[in-house]
């Protein structure tokens, strides 16, 4: 669990300067927050601690002063500095990856990588993002300043209530139960993004209550944007708003009570995630964020084209970013929309056009999706079939990996009748068993559709919405499913041997077969049970 993470950091950290690594490049955003950190560790091993930056210089000014370095010497002369001092000491140099356009800052790091490796000294570099010219790459290590976890978290909102309380008891009327909500709505936040938003909670209406939880995650949701790779999103639809997909559900409503401590207990591994291929408009996106809020966790959604788009930075940078935030907000659902694009780098199909960057920001996530443990549900949706390399479906990739058809006829007539009350009407004044035989090979999308195009016709002229407008509606529609009628059904044969069918098939007058709409136009007599419904 995320609880972890933190732990893991400051063990790494340990180890790396016990080890005598030279250079440590932390990637943060929270350069406070690590130098406490560093300091204990410091203290730990009884070393001194420095710090510099390029407006303050080198603080704890008694080595450069005694030394001769004037403490605003330039950062190349600083790194001299540090190279021929006597003695050990951790050195904290702040964003000096701003400098690496010097080739003489360059020099002077390469140098002192080569004389620090038998000495009791530490450099560590810290930048909000990983910056490192090539000819730093063998000699630096890296590693990320995980964000705080609930317990820091806690320890900042107490001691915001004690501060609060002093001056006003009637301010911190807040229940135990309340305090972790805070708490889970803040994580994915720096401590210092947290704090703030804990204190601008606590001063509208000048007491912290249980209703200022929704500012803190505005005010999450608005740093995750910030990320402009991350899109949080609000709580959305329930598994009752799901038509059909019978197996699907039943597996997330498992899983759901395998997220839970006491699962671990009994032996179970944390649920890593899923994938959902299949046909357009058939429910895998609305699917995904059902997942995150029938199941009361956050959902995240990674945007792989901005990953990918060269606006924000390197892709793997990105990825990288993303994944820790991730894990910061753990535990959520990360939900990754047609992943197939990732891998095509949103240009060429295999990524050969740009050096193979799509491969190895796509192996990063496949490598992390295997290891990772902070307790992030993946959530992934793929459309195509081609570009989905064999890796993807590997075993203990994903918990399983679920092929979504056409509605048959229950799943369409459940549809309906969502679409239908979620527009105000009630579906039982209308004779749907009829209207759902002539949606064959129509997605849950294009019935959605009917319904509204029904109601269009019926405002336009004024009247209520009728059984007639439905079936004209459908009428008018031609299903994907036609034009793609060949697609659909390569999907369906090669997703046969390594997909389970999401639906299940229910017998039934409308069914009796118990099959499953053929990708066809309706004029095309049904086949008998499709084999991909295993
Ligand atoms: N099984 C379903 N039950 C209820 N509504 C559905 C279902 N399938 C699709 N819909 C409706 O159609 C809309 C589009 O579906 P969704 O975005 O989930 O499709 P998708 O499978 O992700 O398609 P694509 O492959 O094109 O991304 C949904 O928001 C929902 O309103
Ligand atoms: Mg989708």
Not at 11 to 31: C, I, N, W
Not at 166 to 183: H, N, T, Y
Request: charged fraction near 30%.
């Amino acid at each position: 669990m995320a609880a972890a993470a933190l732990a893991r950091f400051t063990e790494q950290l340990d180890l790396l300067v016990r080890a005598r690594y030279p250079l440590v490049y932390v990637v943060t955003h929270e350069e406070g927050r690590l130098e406490r950190l560093l300091r204990e560790l410091a203290r730990r091993q009884g070393k001194p601690f420095y710090t510099w930056t390029a407006t303050g210089g080198l603080a704890s000014g008694a080595v450069s002063e005694a030394a001769g370095t004037p403490r605003f010497a330039p950062p190349a002369e600083i790194l001299e500095r540090i190279r021929i001092q006597e003695g050990g000491g951790i050195f904290l140099l702040r964003d000096l990856h701003a400098h690496f356009d010097d080739p003489l800052v360059i020099r002077r790091l390469r140098d002192l990588v080569a004389a620090l490796a038998d000495t009791h000294r530490t450099v560590i570099v810290s930048a909000p993002r990983l910056a490192l010219p090539a000819e730093l790459e063998k000699d630096v290590t890296v590693v990320d300043l995980p964000l705080p976890e609930p317990d820091e978290l806690r320890d900042a909102l107490r001691a915001l209530l004690v501060e609060l309380g002093a001056g006003k008891p009637e301010a911190v009327q807040i229940s135990r139960d309340d305090i972790e909500l805070f708490v889970r709505a803040a994580q994915g936040l720096t401590l210092a993004e947290a704090e703030s938003a804990f204190a601008r909670a606590a001063v509208t209406g000048g007491a912290l209550r249980s209703e200022d939880v929704a500012l803190v995650i505005e005010e999450k949701r608005q740093a995750i944007r910030k990320s402009g790779i991350l899109e949080f999103h609000p709580a959305q639809a329930e598994l009752a708003d799901v038509g059909g997909l019978l197996r699907l559900k039943d597996w997330l409503r498992r899983r759901g009570k395998a997220l839970d401590g006491g699962a671990r207990e009994f032996g179970l591994p944390m649920p890593k995630g899923v994938l959902l291929l299949g046909a357009p408009g058939c429910g895998k996106s609305l699917s995904a964020k059902v997942v995150a809020n029938t199941w009361r966790l956050p959902l995240l959604h990674l945007d792989l084209g901005r990953i990918f788009s060269g606006l924000l930075g390197s892709s793997e940078e990105n990825m990288r970013r993303a994944l820790r935030i991730a894990e910061g907000v753990a535990p959520a659902v990360l939900w990754i929309d047609e992943i197939e694009k990732g891998l095509a780098g949103g240009g060429g199909r295999s990524g050969e056009n740009d050096g193979g960057t799509a491969q190895r920001v796509f192996g990063s996530l496949l490598t992390w999706m295997s290891e990772q443990q902070a307790g992030v549900f993946v959530v992934a949706t793929a459309n195509r079939i081609d570009s989905l390399p064999p890796e993807l479906l590997r075993r203990g990739r994903f918990d399983e990996v679920f092929f979504v058809d056409l509605p048959d006829p229950f799943a369409r007539e459940e549809i309906f009748r969502i679409h239908l009350r979620r527009r105000g009407r009630e579906p039982e004044a209308f004779d749907l068993e009829a209207l759902v035989e002539k949606c064959a090979g129509f997605s849950g999308a294009e019935i959605e559709h009917c319904v509204l195009e029904g109601l269009f016709a019926a405002f336009d002229e004024g009247r209520e919405l009728s059984i007639e407008d439905l079936v004209r509606a459908a009428a008018e529609t031609t299903p994907l499913s036609v034009t793609c009628a060949e697609e659909l059904e390569r999907m369906r044969t090669w997703a046969t041997t390594r997909a389970r069918a999401a639906d299940a098939p229910r017998r039934g007058p409308g069914n009796p077969a118990g099959s499953v709409p053929p990708a066809r136009p309706r004029s095309t007599p049904p086949r008998g049970p499709r084999s991909s419904r295993v």
